[in-house]
Nanobody, 122 residues
């Protein structure tokens, strides 16, 4: 059974940093892209960042460019999201997702984690 488990969420003040991790288990992820999405209360799930299997291609939402960095360690089956200079509008539940292509569209991802909460206070 394929599974994605996120960790690293928490509460920080504006301007602070967090690093999210997502460990994949099961049959996934050889050749798979891994991405991060987020969903704030009352809002739709939105794309944050994604990276292909070889980590040769990364894509970011405009709102996080220059502040967030996605990376992966295939030996550990783990993808990371390093977040700097966090803003109150970054507060959301962050989801890890696995899919065949590094897409910005959630529908293209086959596997999803349960999410980890990020809270940013002003």
């Amino acid at each position: 059974q394929a599974q994605l488990v996120e960790s690293g969420g928490g509460s920080v003040q504006a301007g602070g940093s967090l690093r999210l991790s997502c460990e994949a288990s099961g049959r996934i992820f050889a050749g798979y892209a891994l991405g991060w999405f987020r969903q704030a209360p009352g809002k739709e799930r939105e794309f944050v960042a994604t990276v292909n299997w070889r980590a040769s291609r990364t894509y970011y939402a405009d709102s996080v460019k220059g502040r967030f960095t996605i990376s992966r360690d295939n030996a550990k089956n783990t993808v990371y999201l390093q977040m700097h200079n966090l803003r109150p509008e970054d507060a959301a539940v962050y989801y890890c997702a696995g899919g065949p292509e590094p897409s910005i569209r959630a529908i293209t991802y086959d596997y999803w984690g349960q999410g980890t909460q990020v809270t940013v206070s002003s």
